[in-house]
């Protein structure tokens, strides 16, 4: 059957006149409800970890806004946790992990089917989720790529340059390729769980793929990637699939080329002619307005969303962000973007 949700038409390949929109991050820091269940939670990992409190932040946004699309509340470092790494999170610094950064501590670690172990309650909200969501809003799974968890697994936090995970890569390729190799084993299995569950539709954020020089792009951004798209197919032929290698730069195309996914998000810094010309036409494209304009209102933000509608008119599209909205943003705005899209 022919899909009837305007996300899953677009995933398709149908190029729509009001293209499908929902936003990164959606869910999160700049709505007052969130604020105030999280504060109900105690923690964030207590907020990803409880089914009810995760649904209720997930349906959110959808309630006030009417996204054509959900995305499960969660996070990124949720696998490496799974994978015994110790994970907390600093007020106001982000995340804290015990590191991986030579063959010991990598011998530590679990293994890959372990995972499920410790991140089974993100099933529950998966199932929780499409039993509450509206009939015509899509639900959307994801992971983060395994790149970039690596890079957390290995310098304990996030860093402006991923040089620790580089500096393994290069001086203990052995140690880092197993790294890898036990990520992406994991991060499959958890996708397939969460399509297993009901999610519709699954992306893999690869938020440093930019970070990857020269022909490592290709070795630990695409062929990765390759692994996890496989698995999931083998399971489950028809869910589609976004990818999101930010940063990618001219790699996006090569990311397009190579990886069999049904989107490819793009980021703020990619000129939508050029992807347009060079992405849009081999799949889907999802992005990429700027998230300053969520903060900055008026007829800027006006003026930057039909210029994004514009340059992907000729071929399948969602609107997006081209990273997740800050906690600075004005929930009116959002309401804003909504309007200029759907009018």
């Known amino acids: 059957m022919a899909p009837t949700k305007t996300i899953l038409k677009a995933l398709a390949g149908e190029t729509q006149a009001v ?39 997930t349906l959110q946004p959808i309630r006030r806004y009417g996204f054509d699309a959900a995305i499960l509340f969660a996070d990124i470092l949720l696998v490496p946790q799974g994978l015994g790494a110790d994970l907390t999170f600093v007020q106001g610094e982000g995340p804290r992990l015990s590191t991986v950064q030579n063959a010991e501590d990598f011998a530590k670690l679990r293994a890959a089917g372990d995972v499920h172990d410790v991140v089974h309650p993100i099933y529950e909200t998966v199932k929780m989720l499409r039993r509450e969501l509206p009939e015509e809003t899509t639900l959307i799974g994801f992971a983060g790529a395994p ?16 040089a620790p995970a580089r500096r393994l890569m290069y001086g203990d390729r052995a140690t880092f390729d197993a790294l890898m190799d036990l990520i992406t084993d994991a991060t499959a299995q958890y996708l397939i769980a969460q399509i297993d569950a ?19 792009f290709e070795r630990y951004a695409v062929r990765p990637a390759q692994k996890i798209v496989a698995a999931i197919r083998e399971k489950h032929p028809d869910v589609p ?20 996914v049904q989107a490819v998000a793009l980021d703020t810094s990619v000129d939508p002619a050029w992807a347009a010309a060079n992405v849009q036409t081999k799949t889907c494209t999802q992005g990429n307005m700027d998230p300053l304009f969520m903060v900055q209102g008026g007829d800027a933000l006006v003026d930057a969303v039909k210029a994004t509608c514009k340059a992907f008119s000729g071929g399948p599209h969602i609107f997006n962000l081209g990273h997740g909205i800050t906690p600075d943003a004005d929930p009116d705005n959002v309401q804003r973007m909504l309007d200029a899209i759907r009018n």
């Open 241 to 260: 699939i976004i990818g999101f290698p930010r940063g990618a730069g001219g790699n996006y195309a090569t990311y397009a080329d190579a990886v069999d």
């Open 19 to 57: 293209p499908p929109v929902w936003m990164m991050r959606q869910a999160g820091r700049y709505l007052p409800e969130y604020r105030a269940t999280r504060a109900q939670a105690g923690s964030f990992l207590d907020l990803c970890y409880n089914p009810e409190l995760a649904t209720e932040v």
């Open 147 to 162: 790149w970039t968890v690596a890079t957390y697994m290995i310098a304990g936090r996030g860093t402006p340059d991923q």
């Open 198 to 216: 009901g999610a519709e539709v699954v992306k893999m954020f690869d938020s440093w793929a930019g970070a990857l020089p020269g022909l490592e």
